[in-house]
């Protein structure tokens, strides 16, 4: 594999993972699911430069469904559910975003030293996917864990899914009909989501997790 | 023989503490003993920097018949004794220099005086001992002489609470510091350190003497979370005790740790530096965000103390990483890089507590919100406090820059290490130390801005005058060497080469090697720093600028009212203080270490009394550890003090059961 | 002979960053006014800025010492040295050698410590805000430039700018997101030291928006000349770190001749201009923010720096 190859593999993988910490970093409901937009398209160009230096037509198509479905269609839904139930909040982190920061530092460090000594046999090209794989997917948790929204933890679970397939376009060789169902089920997630969404928010009037736990029924 | 010469300076020294005890109520004592005192440093500091600098790895040995019969006193100087026997004496003879003129002001001579020497000479004693016994010995001596001159004035207010403090933490090193040497010695009970050298302990009992070694000499040093001390401590001494504790004895228990650790335990292994450097990065930036929070001219000075002392660890871990890794260049320059920053924190710590103690003599105020504008009444401490600032904020072309620069070049060497844990751990102790270098620069600004500029606050700063001359002496021979280490540094890192020759193998290049006085830390298409020509550039730069503007612009300058938008306030109050200075940085920091929270108490409208800002600043180390600790001792106090209250057959029961279970471990034993 | 050659170079490139400096503040805010459909100044106000207040007489404050006096010229000569140690034409010069990036940014920090002692001087409380703003921001803006400094050491085995240079136009470096990181990061620390939108306003009248301004409220006549151009020089040395780092085509190396040297030149033009039109499109596109929001935006540059550091170890895995 040539340099310019790795290369351009390489910036696509370590622009995912800054777009992750772009995710941490907003505040703003509206920025938050076009980051995420923004995230798809980042994944989505990543599997299509793999689909061109490993001779892989399939995984355009993994390309083009990542694109159309996660980066058009979802984000597009989102802001109209976020337009219906009236929320342009901004979203409070638990702790600082200075704080959230540094942890997706630690974060990323810790997958670089968990997987590049394990994978110390496999190609240069699959060693650093899965490392930064493994950060976007411990910075989706990161995101889900330290938000109070319950839209943003809808973003980070869905980063969570770029992250993987991130993984698996680099370890080379995942079929279509894996990504078929995984698209679907993220669809049938998004949609059962959405539809919760709008009955906490008949019940409750907001979307609040701090507030909707007060309601969980056992007693304290 | 250099040792020899060097134990009747020590003897000397001791017997002017035991004069001073006697003739401490005639006036002219102060005199007679701070010029002795100044008069044995300087043999001192010649015989060491003469072994020093002769270079080479030679050592000298002696042995006297004192202490334990079976061991005897065994002394020895070799280059890193002799290093610290210069940085010692160093301070020794400025603060005494600094005594002859203020201790005039002292108003409890007896107190001082005796232990003055006694505190020099156990200084002393410590760096050229070569045995477990007499290293103790010397070090308890230097902590109980140094305790005594810290309760020179007990009925001050909090005095009385930080020598109880500085007893107790100071017990406690000394007691790890026993365990470390009784490991090191294992169980053939060799405590001369030739024998510890070349006894070989096992990869966990060596840990355990790490451990044990940081927590003695680190809190002696003044590591976080060991550090407790120093604020309470340091600022409770007289002024040049302050700088002799902050500036020499903290470097004497670096001395210690290198002695111990890079010395007699042999080859270290890499995560003993990972360790190291962690705890000095943490220091460095927890020291310096201490700093930021005080008002106290000495506290805060106490608090850089400690993040100096994290800066001088992170480069003794760097050595210790690296010489883990089998490599002696790099290891070489944490090792420079450690040490020269041990010599320049020494100078300029030493300057801005003699600097702080004028501002005391002078308006008998330590807190920075009650001066302002004490470069108009006193400038020539001013000046030297300004040189110590910039020094101490490592900025170019002073000292303090040159040994942290080397320190960045150390940490920038990182890569080159094997362990992933260490090729993350230094680059980002790195971000912590350019961190504390920059809060460092901030506070000092604040230090010296609002102590020193501005417009008076009160009355005692309205009506400062310049302290004596053998105050300004002492300050400006530490100005000179903050200049002269800085430009030239190249002559101080050839000094070290001996040093760390012999503990690590390798050293810098030598200056003979290269042009215009240039350092140059690993090789010269690296990196390459000359303090000389920058100084050269700036001031030709500087001088050209002035001279042209001068001769063909304008050079008139006219006194007028400050500008101050329009509408100046006559009133001095209205000024910034140095909580407003550090408002931004303790908004930013604050909140997350301290748990600083502000609350401005407004009163209604209408209603004209004043507003009061309330900031609250908590110590989540003393809260988490040291308080929980008192409990638990006192809480173990309380249930053993039944003991004192028993019947004779309860006391006649414990000596029964006592005899009947040693019988019994005698027995298994066997 | 080749000695004084040598020198002559340095002091010619001495000589061009001086008289550059205040055109690329009147470019910059010449391409400002335009994107605001106003005529704004001519590109060589600065200078005829420069020589009227120079000419003028300073009034001093009387609560005033002699630090308010002398920190202009400090500012200036430290500002004007590091200047001319960042290379612009060619690299390599003979005096580069006496100081590397981490010293460069020392020098910077230098001016600025000067500098805030000035505004502590006067005792005003607008100067206690300059001051202890700055520092603030200071303090977050230094690691970070450091933390990039350390990105490039990585990639080029050195901190000496012309190395550093010379080893990123070579075939080896490539295509890497660390570089981009890198660069992101350092354009937020050059935003953030030069005072401009959205760290702080250059051109605000409001005392209390300040943080530059702030500081240098009492200065008159030729201190507050040397201040100004201090200023200009700052964001010339800014704009040539990242041109001779990020963009290092074009440059002469030392001692390739008269021709090298002036196609150097305009290339070194070319970048300045680049440069300060992206700089005057950015601060007419983006808002000023919150003094309480700049520690998140230096937090960020602090962060990308470091990642960019992290993102290196993982590339440089064989």
């Known amino acids: 594999m040539d340099q310019i190859a790795l290369d351009v593999a390489h910036l696509f993988a370590g622009g995912l993972v800054l777009v992750s910490f772009m995710l941490l970093y907003q505040d703003r409901m509206s920025g938050l699911v076009n980051t995420f937009a923004l995230h798809a398209l980042v994944v989505s160009l990543s599997v299509a430069w793999q689909a061109y230096i490993q001779h892989a ?164 | 023989m250099a040792v020899a010469a060097l134990l009747w300076c020590i003897a000397a020294l001791l017997a002017t503490g035991v004069c001073g005890v006697a003739a401490a109520r005639y006036k002219a004592a102060t005199a007679a003993v701070y010029a002795v005192a100044l008069l044995v440093s300087a043999v001192a500091l010649f015989i060491g920097a003469s072994f020093l600098l002769h270079g080479g790895a030679r050592s000298e040995a002696l042995t006297l018949p004192l202490g334990l019969p079976w061991l005897g006193a065994h002394f020895r100087i070799d280059s890193l004794a002799a290093l610290f026997l210069v940085v010692a004496n160093l301070g020794g003879l400025t603060a005494s220099l600094y005594g002859l003129g203020y201790g005039r002001h002292e108003e409890a001579p007896a107190r001082v005086l005796p232990f003055f020497p006694a505190f020099l000479a156990g200084m002393n004693l410590v760096v050229l001992a070569d045995d477990a016994f007499t290293f103790l010995f010397s070090w308890e001596f230097m902590s109980l002489s140094s305790w005594a001159l810290v309760m020179a004035h007990h009925r001050r207010p909090g005095n009385a609470a930080a020598g109880y403090v500085y007893l107790l933490m100071a017990s406690f090193g000394t007691l790890a510091l026993l365990l470390a040497f009784g490991l090191l010695a294992g169980s053939a009970g060799g405590y001369a350190f030739e024998s510890i050298r070349s006894a070989t302990a096992s990869d966990e009992v060596s840990a355990v003497v790490l451990a044990l070694v940081l927590v003695g000499a680190g809190s002696k040093a003044g590591l976080v979370p060991l550090h407790v001390w120093l604020p309470l401590a340091h600022p409770a001494a007289p002024s040049h005790v302050s700088a002799l504790m902050s500036g020499v004895m903290t470097k004497v228990a670096v001395y210690g740790f290198a002695r111990i650790v890079l010395d007699l335990l042999g080859p270290p292994l890499w995560w003993w530096g990972a360790l190291v450097i962690l705890l000095g990065g943490m220091t460095a930036v927890l020291g310096v965000l201490h700093a930021l929070m005080e008002h106290d001219l000495k506290r805060l000075l106490a608090y850089h103390t400690v993040e100096n002392i994290g800066i001088i660890f992170i480069g003794l871990g760097l050595a210790l990483a690296f010489e883990a890794n089998a490599m002696p260049a790099a290891a070489a320059l944490g090792l420079t890089a450690a040490l020269f920053h041990v010599f320049n924190h020494s100078v300029f710590k030493s300057l801005l507590f003699y600097g702080a103690g004028a501002v005391l003599t002078a308006t008998g105020e330590r807190d920075m919100e009650k001066l302002g ?109 903050c200049l002269i280490a800085g430009i030239l540094p190249a002559y101080f890192i050839d000094a070290l080469a001996s040093v760390t020759h012999a503990l690590v193998g390798d050293s810098l290049p030598s200056r003979q090697g290269l042009e215009w006085l240039t350092i140059v830390p690993i090789e010269e298409s690296r990196s390459s720093y000359n303090g000389l020509l920058l100084l050269a550039f700036i001031a030709a730069s500087a001088g050209l600028t002035a001279e042209v503007i001068h001769r063909w612009a304008s050079n008139l300058t006219r006194k007028s009212d400050a500008w101050d938008c329009g509408f100046p306030d006559p009133s001095p109050a209205t000024q910034y203080t140095a909580g407003s200075f550090s408002q931004p940085i303790r908004r930013v920091f604050g909140t997350v270490v301290f748990r600083a929270r502000e609350d401005v108490d407004m009163p209604a409208p209408g209603d004209s009394r004043a507003a009061r800002l309330h900031v609250e600043l908590r110590d989540l180390l003393w809260e988490t550890l040291y308080l929980p600790a008192a409990a638990l001792v006192g809480f173990a106090a309380e249930k053993l003090n039944r003991v004192q209250f028993m019947t004779i057959r309860g006391y006649l029961t414990l000596v029964f059961a006592a005899l009947v279970v040693l019988l019994a471990i005698l027995a298994i034993w066997q | 002979m080749a000695v004084i050659l040598d020198l002559l170079v340095q002091l010619c490139q001495m000589l061009i960053v001086l008289a550059l400096a205040p055109l690329l503040t009147g470019f910059v805010r010449k391409v400002k006014a335009h994107l605001l459909r106003r005529q704004g100044p001519p590109l060589l106000q600065p200078y005829r800025d420069l020589l009227r207040l120079v000419r003028k007489e300073a009034v001093v404050a009387a609560s005033a010492s002699w630090v308010f006096r002398a920190a202009p010229y400090l500012v200036f000569g430290t500002t004007w040295v590091a200047a001319a140690l960042v290379p612009t034409f060619a690299t390599g010069l003979i005096f580069s050698y006496a100081a590397d990036m981490i010293a460069i940014v020392a020098l910077l920090g230098s001016a600025r410590f000067m500098l805030a002692l ?188 470091f990642l960019a550091a992290l993102l290196l170890f993982v590339s440089r895995v064989t």
Not at chain 1, 150 to 165: D, H, K, P, R, Y
Not at chain 2, 418 to 426: A, E, G, M, T
């Open chain 1, 57 to 220: 037509p399939h995984l355009y198509i993994t390309a083009s469904i990542a694109l159309l479905v996660k980066a058009i269609v979802i984000p597009t839904a989102l802001h109209r559910i976020i337009v219906r139930l009236g929320i342009h909040r901004t979203i409070e982190p638990v702790v600082g975003v200075g704080q959230t920061m540094l942890a997706g530092i630690g974060l990323v460090a810790l997958s670089i030293m968990v997987m590049l000594p394990i994978t110390a046999a496999a190609g240069t090209l699959a060693r650093e996917d899965l490392a930064f794989a493994l950060s976007v997917v411990l910075l989706g948790l990161l995101m889900m864990i330290s938000r109070r929204n319950a839209v943003s933890q809808v973003i980070g679970f869905m980063s969570i899914e770029n992250g993987l397939i991130l993984a698996a376009t680099g370890a080379k060789g995942m079929p279509l009909v894996v990504e078929i169902s995984v698209a679907f089920s993220i669809l049938v997630a998004l949609i059962v989501i959405g539809v919760f969404l709008f009955r906490i928010r008949e019940r409750f009037e907001t979307v609040d997790i701090h507030e909707l736990h007060e309601h969980r029924g056992e007693q304290p």
């Open chain 2, 373 to 481: 504008g004490l470069i108009h009444r006193m400038p020539y401490t001013a000046f030297a406090f300004l040189v110590g600032s910039a020094a101490i904020s490592a900025l170019p072309p002073f000292n303090g820059f040159a040994s942290e620069w080397l320190t960045f070049q150390a940490i920038l060497l990182s890569p080159a290490l094997p362990q992933w844990l260490l090729k993350f751990l230094v680059p980002a102790v790195g971000a912590m130390l350019a961190l504390s270098a920059a809060l460092a620069a901030a506070c000092f600004v604040k230090a010296f801005g609002i102590t020193f500029l501005g417009r008076p606050r009160t009355e005692a700063a309205r009506t400062a005058g310049e302290v004596d001359a053998a105050s300004l002496v002492a300050m400006y021979t530490l100005v000179a060497l």
């Open chain 3, 118 to 305: 000035a505004g502590l001087d006067v005792g005003t409380s607008f100067g206690g805000i300059g001051s202890s703003r700055e520092m603030m921001i200071a303090s977050l803006a230094e690691p970070a430039m450091l933390m990039a400094v350390f990105t490039l050491s990585l990639l080029a085995g050195s901190t000496q700018l012309s190395f550093i240079a010379a080893s990123l136009q070579g075939p080896e470096t490539g295509l890497r997101i660390s570089l981009a990181l890198a660069l992101v990061a350092l354009v937020m620390v050059a935003i953030a030291e030069n005072a401009r939108i959205p760290i702080d306003n250059p051109a605000t009248h409001l005392e209390l928006t300040m943080v530059h301004e702030a500081m240098i409220l009492e200065y008159s006549g030729r201190h507050l000349a040397l201040i100004e151009a201090a200023s200009y020089l700052k964001l010339l040395l800014y704009l040539s770190i990242i041109a001779c780092v990020f963009f290092p085509w074009g440059v002469a190396v030392s001692g390739q001749g008269f021709g090298a040297y002036l196609a150097g030149a305009g290339m070194y033009a070319v970048k300045l201009a680049g440069g300060g039109l992206l700089l005057a499109v950015f601060e007419t596109a983006i808002a000023k923010m919150r003094v309480f929001r700049v520690p998140d935006f230096l937090g960020a540059a602090l962060m990308l720096g």
